[in-house]
């Protein structure tokens, strides 16, 4: 599928695109929609303490800013999706483009400002 296009269609496995190792992920993939600007993916576990507040933190920056939407995905439950992304630990975030290619990778729990900078680069 070329850029821009919605690469969410199929299997519900995270897609490759193009040359350069670019991940698309959309809303088979995610089981929600992506946000009209940008997505911020967390990938949480049941008994991570970390992911509470990353939780907040992500809702916080996606309330602030208009068309960007907070998509969490239990890690133990989507199993195919965390290997096929390489996710080693929770929380990890992903910031998602409007077209859902990845722009920015980060595990452990972010700042509000780290996530309000990587949302600079999807935008």
Do not use: N, Y
Not at 43 to 56: G, I
Not at 72 to 98: C, F, K, M, S, Y
């Amino acid at each position: 599928m070329r850029r821009g296009g919605d690469p969410a269609r199929g299997s519900g496995r995270a897609r490759v695109r193009g040359r350069d190792g670019e991940v698309w992920l959309g809303a088979a993939e995610l089981g929600a929609e992506l946000g009209e600007r940008a997505t911020l993916v967390q990938f949480s576990s049941a008994f991570c303490q970390p992911c509470r507040a990353t939780r907040r933190t992500l809702a916080d920056v996606a309330g602030m800013v208009p068309g960007v939407a907070h998509v969490e995905v239990d890690a133990e439950a989507r199993l195919e999706l965390v290997r096929g992304l390489d996710i080693q630990r929770t929380p990890t975030v992903l910031v998602l483009d409007a077209a859902g290619r990845i722009v920015r990778r980060a595990a452990g729990q972010p700042r509000k400002a780290d996530v309000i900078a990587a949302l600079g680069e999807a935008v």
